[in-house]
């Protein structure tokens, strides 16, 4: 009998299979019981941090949560049944844009809009069934957590890694809003799909570039190998020199340099001509007044060209001449300062030296202009020919004074070393990765704890007046200024140093910043004292298992081990890396294969799916559609077979075979009716070991796959031993304890995937409560090893016959009886066998002649 507490309101029913009903039965039972409610330790029980990404609060679940979360959860449970105390939390990212479009469309405040959206998807998602520890619910527009949000760039500003600064940021026009790097994809918004324009404004920075080689290492990190790729090549290191170039003439603020880096220093005496970005501060210095319309032109033209364009090989080369020379000090060469929208200031020091005969770009610049070319490593066999395209390979030095005759590769480090001899450059290493831009035109964010006062400078807001705030009663308006800026009371305030008038700084902190720190958060959610203690960062952090999209590769999970890097130098959390492994899943399309969306009218409503199918059929059905890091379209019928396979699986429980009688159980619906003994035959009609086999060798697969993440074959497993036991059942009377471990094993097995019904069934079968609070079996590997094997014999590749052979057999015994095997015998007779190919278990291959 199953142990129950009284609960009126759960639904009466009978035996029948109904989903809906005793899902919802089972959900208000585990609530009721706060059986997934997770304690800092439990004695004897190792601690592990499951997690998967929490959602953002658009308004409803869509079938993308589902597949991201449901399989999350079936690996949670999977660990809490092996006996860990798995901490498994939910909660809400609740701050962005979207929140604050809504307001200026007139419809409803972003504080009301997003927290009935939370209501709303906080529901959505237990419906899921899922073990969330709810207590632990997280909100990151609540003030009581980006107060920690607040306090955490309070730290960074200490730590020298927070920094105001005006630089060229990237601008959409139709949000109004500046975006980081990563969030412009082919040019455009990747919100809104506008095109991005380039602005300079000042705008609050990270120096994620101060960590950027050990964000390049991934050691001991059990992450899929793309995923690390996508950093390193987001990041970029390169290995190079930096060298300076004289002005002719010094610039009027005295500058007397332009000093460019480089990962071609062995190429330094082919320069013929100098590239600043447009956007780079010497320009206006230096240009002549004979240039200076000109280059003033074309520095706004550039404002409407993205960075992506702007770095387009496609397009043709343009620039123009500033006017000024600089001097190359390894030759003595004047050469002329040009400015071309291809050099960036973001990159390196905004200058590119150019060596249009080793360098494309710099060729088909040089080209356009008819700037010289001057070759300085041959290409083999070179005659002294022009080039007809840049050459790009190894070679000779050639044209470069004292360094004539050198291999490049050994020319690179012995300029390199020159420059830093002669004092005007040396061996340097830059990266492609940029500082973080995290400020924000939005309201909807968390504010920038900072103040401006006259007197003091940049101040920041004291500790103890944390957190800064969001006013309620503000203006929104498409003005390209935050909010903020118009709220005189959130403006205005006192300087916490000298007591004098001051304001506020009224940009908003990236949301991207509020997720990198909420994996901490869950840990201690309460603690009113500090972001996270000391024993819960030990007792959590870092997280055993993150699962989230590849997507996040180069923002979120980036930006997320920076974070965590900078709070282990505080001496805040244990270890170097927020997250020891990674599990990415794929994309979820739709049932014409594309992604889904509401234009192409082929979106999946998951709540409806659930209402029709059940939970526990629509978790099942995601994870059985394929490979989970693949993904792949939602196939409506394929959900139809999902679900007879439960009715079936719920029928083999609830109607036991001939040897066995039906205890009185007791379930979420109340009692069963006992159904009549069925008599016991004189002897069973199929071996206990047979079944008892199949229940073992699926275990064996199970806990296997579960531990890969190999969803879909774990739940095909599970569906052949439902069969298995069902032609077992028909063909006769059955063992009864081969029966009962069988079924108990079907059912712990069921429980990660299909958390109800096998709750329901578990109690049916007069087993203790709670399904999930069994440990994980163990297979028995006796007899979980197959006694045979099925091999395919081929003869010159062709496949001529199968034999069934036992599971430990040898090559030579395969051989020999292959050799007896009638479709075989014949072919080979006669003829030598020259070569055999045996794949254990699975194929023999004679090759004759």
């Not at 029980?45 to 929490?54: C, D, Q, S, V």
């Not at 003595?332 to 291809?342: F, H, L, M, N, Q």
């Not at 290493?429 to 504010?447: H, T």
């Amino acid at each position: 009998m199953t142990a129950r507490t009284s609960d009126e309101s759960q639904p009466a029913g009978g035996a029948r299979y109904e989903p809906a009903e005793l899902e919802r039965g089972w959900q208000r039972r585990w609530e009721q019981d706060a059986l997934y409610a997770t304690p800092d330790h439990v004695e004897g029980r190792e601690n592990w941090y499951a997690l998967t990404m929490f959602p953002y609060t658009s308004g409803d679940l869509h079938i993308g949560h589902w597949f991201a979360m449901a399989p999350s959860d079936a690996a949670a449970r999977f660990r809490r049944m092996q006996g860990y105390n798995v901490l498994f939390p939910m909660g809400f990212d609740a701050f962005g844009l979207p929140a604050e479009n809504a307001a200026i469309r007139g419809q409803i405040h972003p504080r009301d809009w997003t927290m009935a959206n939370i209501e709303r998807m906080r529901g959505q998602l237990k419906r899921m069934g899922a073990m969330f520890d709810w207590r632990r619910e997280l909100n990151t527009s609540a003030p009581d957590y980006y107060r920690w949000t607040q306090w955490w760039f309070l730290q960074l500003y200490r730590q020298g890694l927070a920094y105001r600064a005006e630089a060229p940021v990237n601008w959409c026009p139709s949000c109004n809003t500046t975006l980081a790097n990563e969030q412009v994809v082919d040019g455009a918004c990747e919100r809104c799909d506008t095109a991005v324009e380039q602005r300079r404004m000042a705008q609050w920075f990270f120096r994620i570039t101060r960590y950027a080689e050990q964000l390049l290492g991934h050691e001991g990190l059990q992450w899929p190998e793309y995923v690390k790729l996508m950093q390193r090549n987001w990041i970029g290191r390169s290995e190079g020199a930096e060298v300076s170039f004289a002005l002719e003439r010094p610039a009027p603020d005295g500058t007397a340099e332009i000093r460019v880096f480089t990962t071609r220093p062995d190429t330094l005496c082919g320069v013929t001509f100098m590239v600043l970005a447009p956007e780079h501060p010497l320009v206006e210095q230096i240009t002549t007044d004979a240039q200076r319309a000109a280059v003033r032109a074309y520095v706004e033209a550039t404002k409407h060209a993205t960075e992506i364009e702007r770095q387009s090989t496609e397009r043709e080369k343009s620039g123009v001449f500033t006017g000024a020379y600089s001097v190359n000090r390894i030759t003595g060469e004047r050469v002329p300062v040009w400015i071309a929208d291809y050099a960036l200031l973001t990159y390196g020091t905004g200058a590119v030296m150019g060596v249009p005969a080793h360098d494309q770009r710099d060729f088909e610049f040089a080209r356009r202009f008819a700037l010289p070319v001057r070759v300085v490593i041959a290409p083999p066999g070179w005659d002294g020919a022009p080039l007809v395209e840049a050459y790009l390979g190894p070679g000779v030095m050639v044209h470069s004074g004292r360094f004539d005759g050198l291999p490049n590769e050994q020319g690179k480090g012995a300029i390199a070393q020159y420059a830093e001899l002669e004092g005007w450059g040396g061996p340097r290493i830059a990266y492609r990765l940029r500082d973080w831009l995290i400020s924000r035109q939005r309201y909807w964010g968390a504010p920038i704890p900072m103040l401006y006062c006259e007197q003091c400078g940049i101040v920041p807001v004291p500790e103890q007046q944390l957190p800064v705030e969001l006013p309620y009663d503000v203006e929104f308006r498409p003005t390209g200024q935050s909010p903020l800026a118009l709220s005189e009371r959130f403006v205005r305030t006192s300087c916490p140093q000298c007591g004098r008038a001051a304001r506020r700084e009224t940009d908003t902190l990236d949301t991207f910043m509020c997720s990198s720190w909420y994996f901490m958060r869950y840990a201690d959610p309460h603690n009113r004292e500090r972001a996270v203690g000391d024993q819960a960062a030990q007792n959590w952090l870092p997280v055993d298992q993150y699962t989230g999209g590849s997507e996040h590769a180069t923002m979120h999970l980036l930006y997320a081990r920076f974070f965590y890097k900078a709070a282990r130098d505080a001496g805040l959390v244990p270890g170097d890396e927020p997250f020891t492994r990674l599990f990415s899943q794929g994309q979820i399309l739709g049932p014409d294969g594309r992604r889904m969306s509401k234009s192409r009218g082929n979106v999946v409503a998951p709540d409806a799916q659930v209402e029709h199918w059940g939970a526990d059929a629509f978790r099942a059905y995601l994870m059985f559609l394929g490979p989970w890091e693949q993904g792949g379209p939602y196939d409506v019928d394929g959900i139809v077979g999902v679900s007879r396979w439960l009715h079936r699986l719920w029928a083999l429980i609830t109607q036991p075979p001939r040897t066995v009688a039906a205890p009185v159980a007791e379930s979420i619906h109340g009692p069963l009716l006992a159904q009549p003994p069925r008599p016991v035959a004189a002897a069973v009609a199929e071996s206990p070991r047979e079944l008892r086999r199949l229940a073992h060798r699926t275990l064996q697969r199970v806990t296997s796959d579960l531990e890969h993440f190999q969803l879909n074959t774990m739940i095909a497993a599970l569906m052949e031993m439902t069969n298995g036991l069902q032609r077992l059942r028909d063909a006769g009377p059955v063992d009864a304890a081969a029966w009962e471990e069988g079924t108990r094993l079907l059912l712990l097995m069921l429980a990660p995937s299909c958390p109800h019904l096998a709750e329901e069934l578990w109690a049916q079968t007069g087993r203790p409560y709670s399904i999930h609070q069994q440990p994980w079996p163990a297979a028995d590997p006796e007899l979980a090893r197959r006694e045979s094997v099925e091999i395919a014999v081929q003869v010159n590749g062709r496949t001529r016959g199968r034999l069934t052979v036992a599971a430990d057999a040898d090559e030579a015994a395969v051989r020999a009886e292959a050799s007896g095997h009638p479709a075989v015998r014949d072919l080979i007779a006669g003829k030598t066998v020259e070569r055999v190919i045996y794949v254990p278990e699975r194929l023999l291959n004679l090759v004759v002649r």
